[in-house]
């Protein structure tokens, strides 16, 4: 056995037993992390000892010592492991003799047994990933980028998570072929936070604190979604999970049973036979419960635009079909591209962004990227994209210093036949004034005042813009959401309209309009 953290690991007992289907079933190995002495005096025997009482590296937290004996260690194949902190029994009332025996009874013929607790907290939420986004914003972002950087494929923000892959606390005793994927894509995670590059945005984000008790870090969250995240993705690894529901529930959650049962069979279906109906009503089912939990806003002026990184469908289905060549101003991570060229299979999508790490990503579905800031971009630089059928913006102008300058280089070499397809949040929004004539403006992630926002256009001074730079509308839709609030506040906005002498009806068509999606060309 060699060294963890200066001490030798005590190794737990482990030799081959009889299982119930005869035979002798592999060794299993299990330990429970000690953070100081009192644990390692108190262990409820069986346990082996991952001594961690130098608390050396505390800022990774658990990864720190089971990464040490993943590293130091030999694993046998056939044999299993795991690493638990010590509140194990006090979260699942589960002790040593039953853990074990329920393993063997269960994991036969399989790779990975599970043991997850509070199963409501998983149920609520699409994946583990929206759920530390609700704990600490920008997690989502941060681990969709160090996924992308070393070219794991998965998009967090359309991935479902049911109560079968979802694990919290590390509480999983698995074989080797679990815990060397599981280490290969922490170790990617462990580069980047290491990374002697202190201008990286991305190491910054996963060394900031949150707001969790110790100003843990974002990374050891990071670290724990991992479970989760490499049994979705590796389908053949064969698990057991332990019956969550037996398991305890947690006290923010707990009281809506019924609830979390349903959304949890929700996903499952979503994940067996996506269909709309299945997403939708467990938007609706766990949107309605987190409010009722006070875990997310209530505040009616929240107006959610669309997940995290998902296509805008409605953009999607205005953008020709069949185009030759599209040149996508702003692409993110390829997610639009994705989408199209799913259909038009012929065509070539070149995507410009100025961060690299969505670059990377984007990289797997557009034809051409480029990492550049469009703002540097001279008219003449537009000269290369000259013979593009179609340009697309997806709530890209919002973003710019100067939108009305980058329309007016397009326009210098836009072919005459060729038409920009957009969409543009409403500044006009009835929720939007109603936070402004309140004074609670805030800028807030997904949202009509999203944080990344430098302007803001109503209806008229979107035409105004597009006008001044030579285009016109060839077609446009507007995207409307009719919350049960927007009754309280349509009448005062058609009342201030009447007392400004303007037309009411103008005045509360245009307040309806969460969103405008065009079609426009060059004059």
Not at 148 to 174: E, K, P
Not at 346 to 364: C, F, L, N, R
Not at 480 to 506: F, H, M
């Amino acid at each position: 056995m060699k060294v963890i953290s200066q001490q030798p690991a005590q190794q737990p007992e482990a030799e081959m037993v009889n299982c119930s289907e005869g035979g002798l079933f592999p060794a299993i190995h299990i330990f429970t992390i000690a953070y100081n002495q009192q644990i390692i005096e108190t262990v409820e025997m069986g346990y082996g000892i991952l001594d961690h009482t130098q608390n050396e590296r505390s800022d990774w937290r658990e990864y720190w010592p089971i990464r040490k004996y993943l590293l130091n260690n030999t694993l046998n194949d056939d044999e299993w492991y795991g690493f638990f902190s010590p509140r194990f029994k006090e979260k699942t009332n589960i002790s040593y003799p039953q853990l074990i025996a329920y393993i063997q009874e269960n994991g036969g013929n399989k790779e990975v047994c599970t043991f997850s607790p509070q199963v409501d907290i998983g149920a609520f939420f699409q994946n583990v990933y929206y759920g530390g986004e609700l704990m600490s914003p920008g997690f989502l972002d941060a681990s969709q980028r160090v996924l992308d950087r070393n070219n794991v494929q998965v998009d967090l923000g359309s991935l479902y998570m049911d109560s079968r892959t979802t694990v919290f606390s590390n509480y999983i005793v698995a074989k080797p072929s679990y815990w060397r994927e599981w280490l290969r894509i922490g170790e990617m995670i462990f580069e980047v936070a290491e990374s002697g590059n202190d201008l990286d945005s991305l190491k910054l984000k996963l060394n900031e604190p949150t707001v969790y008790p110790g100003s843990v870090e974002r990374k050891v969250f990071v670290i724990e979604a991992l479970a989760s995240l490499v049994l979705s993705l590796n389908k053949d690894l064969r698990v057991h999970a332990y019956d969550p529901y037996k398991l305890a529930w947690s006290s923010q959650l707990g009281q809506y049973k019924e609830e979390a049962v349903a959304c949890d069979a929700l996903k499952t279906a979503m994940l067996e036979n996506p269909r709309s109906i299945f997403k939708d009503t467990f938007k609706e089912i766990s949107q309605r419960i987190l409010k009722k939990a006070h875990l997310i806003a209530m505040d009616p002026f929240m107006v959610i635009k669309q997940d995290f990184d998902n296509v805008n469908e409605n953009l999607l289905q205005i953008i020709p079909k069949g185009s030759r060549t599209v040149v996508e101003l702003g692409c993110m991570r390829g997610s639009l591209a994705r989408a199209y060229l799913k259909t038009n299979t012929h065509t070539h999508w070149v995507g410009i962004d100025k961060d690299s790490d969505h670059i990377e990503a984007a990289k797997m579905y557009c034809s051409e990227t480029h990492c550049v800031d469009l703002e540097d971009l001279s008219a003449s630089d537009f000269q290369e994209f000259k013979d593009a059928e179609v340009w697309v913006m997806s709530s890209i102008l919002e973003r710019l210093v100067n939108p009305w300058g980058l329309l007016e280089k397009i326009r210098t070499v836009i072919k005459p036949e060729a038409v920009i397809v957009l969409s543009i949040t409403n500044a006009q929004h009835w929720s939007v004034q109603a936070q402004i004539c309140l004074g609670q403006f805030r800028y807030q992630d997904n949202t009509a005042i999203d944080k990344t926002y430098l302007r803001m256009f109503s209806r008229k001074t979107i035409l105004e813009m597009l006008t001044q730079a030579g285009f016109k509308i060839d077609n446009g839709i507007s995207i409307v959401k009719n919350p049960p609030e927007e009754t309280n506040y349509i009448p005062v906005l058609r009342s201030l309209a009447n007392s400004l002498g303007q037309n009411a009806e103008e005045t509360v068509q245009d307040s309806q309009a969460y969103e405008y999606i065009m079609v426009v060309s060059p004059v």
